[in-house]
């Protein structure tokens, strides 16, 4: 069963940096995986991908300061962000294909 759970949200003051984890049931250095971020009543957004092959790539909103990574012996996805910004604030969720987690609640507010 494919399982993904994230881990370390909270709340931020603005400017302020903050790691999140997602621990997978099977060994994500065979996928493609990304984080996407829900504001209440929006869509979801892409955030960031890894390739198999370890190419990343960012959405415009986030270059620069966020990095994913990825720990494959522990199949755990993170997204080290920086620099946040009260927009940041979402429901963050690690995504394979179309299958997610519950998400972490991330909320950048002084």
């Known amino acids: 069963q494919v399982q993904l759970v994230e881990a370390g949200g909270g709340l931020v003051q603005p400017g302020g940096p903050l790691r999140l984890s997602c621990a997978a049931s099977?060994?994500?250095?065979?996928?493609?995986m990304n984080w996407v971020r829900q504001v209440p009543g929006k869509g979801f957004e892409w955030v960031p991908t890894?390739?198999?092959?370890?190419?990343?790539s960012y959405a415009d909103s986030v270059k620069g300061r966020f990095t994913i990574s990825r720990d494959n012996a522990k199949n755990t996805l993170y997204l080290q962000m920086s620099s946040l910004k009260p927009e940041d604030t979402a429901v963050y969720y690690c995504?394979?294909?179309?299958?997610r987690g519950q998400g972490t609640q991330v909320t950048v507010s002084s």
């Open positions: 995504t394979k294909d179309l299958i």
């Open positions: 890894i390739l198999r092959g370890g190419l990343t």
């Open positions: 099977f060994p994500i250095s065979s996928y493609a």
